[in-house]
C-alpha cells in the first residue's frame, strides 16, 4: 500500500539552499510574537523550517495550488503536525477574498516574478487589510533595482519566464514601492540576499 504521505511531499533544492540565509534576516524583521501568514507556500519547506526556527510564532502556510497544500500538510503530518504550524490554506493572491482575517506579518517568497503582477497587487491589498499599522510585509524573490546592476543570470531568467507566460517576469523594487505607497505601505530596509536575490520589508503605516 502506498504511503499517500510521501507521495505527496515534493522537495525544491533553492528552498532547501536559501532557507537559512532567509531565516536569518527573518530574525530580526519578525514579531516577538503572533501569526505569520506565508503566501504561495510551495512545498511547505519553509513553513515547516521557520515553525521550527520561531517557536514563539504560529505559523500559517498557504498556496492556491492543490497539489502544493497537498505537500505542505505531507511536510507538516511528517513532523508529527507542530503545534505552531496550521494546516494550510487554499489562498489565490490576486483574490478578493482571503480566508483569513488577521495576521501579525505576511511574508512572499518567490511569488511575484512566477504570477501576475495581480497577484502582488492583490498581496498588497489583502496586507493592508490583516495586518496592523507597523506590521511587516516580508519578501523575497530576484528583484530588480535602479541602483543595482543586474545579473545576466537575472536577465536570462526574467526571459526564461516571459517566454513561458508573458504575464509573468521580475519585478522592479520601483514598482514595487509605488503601488505599496498607494496602499499605505512603505518599503522600509532591503538585504541583498545569495544567488541575485533580495529580501524587502514593507511596513503598514497608515490605516486603509
Not at 504521505?5 to 532547501?16: H, L, M, Q, T
Not at 521550527?52 to 497539489?67: C, I, K, N
Not at 505537500?71 to 483569513?100: H, M, T
Not at 523575497?140 to 545579473?151: C, I, K, M, S
Amino acid at each position: 500500500m502506498k504511503d499517500l504521505g510521501v507521495e505527496a511531499k515534493r522537495e525544491a533544492p533553492a528552498a532547501a539552499r536559501n532557507v537559512v540565509p532567509i531565516g536569518d534576516v527573518l530574525e530580526g524583521w519578525l514579531p516577538d510574537a503572533g501569526l505569520v501568514l506565508e503566501t504561495a507556500s510551495g512545498t511547505g519547506q519553509h513553513a515547516l523550517a521557520f515553525a521550527a526556527r520561531f517557536p514563539h510564532l504560529e505559523w500559517q502556510p498557504s498556496d492556491p495550488d492543490p497539489a502544493a497544500l497537498a505537500s505542505i500538510g505531507a511536510w507538516r503530518e511528517e513532523a508529527g503536525s507542530p503545534s505552531n504550524l496550521r494546516a494550510p490554506l487554499r489562498i489565490d493572491a490576486s483574490a478578493r477574498d482571503w480566508p483569513i482575517d488577521a495576521a501579525d506579518a505576511v511574508l512572499s517568497i518567490n511569488m511575484a516574478h512566477i504570477s501576475p503582477w495581480k497577484a502582488t497587487l492583490g498581496l498588497l491589498d489583502a496586507a493592508a487589510r490583516i495586518l496592523p499599522v507597523g506590521a511587516p510585509l516580508i519578501f523575497y524573490g530576484p528583484w530588480l533595482a535602479d541602483d543595482v546592476e543586474t545579473a545576466p543570470s537575472n536577465l536570462d531568467f526574467d526571459a526564461s519566464l516571459k517566454s513561458r507566460d508573458s504575464r509573468w517576469g521580475l519585478r522592479r523594487v520601483e514598482d514595487l514601492e509605488k503601488v505599496a505607497h498607494k496602499r499605505g505601505l512603505r518599503l522600509v530596509d532591503r538585504r541583498a540576499m545569495p544567488a541575485n536575490n533580495m529580501m524587502l520589508k514593507l511596513l503598514v503605516s497608515d490605516p486603509i
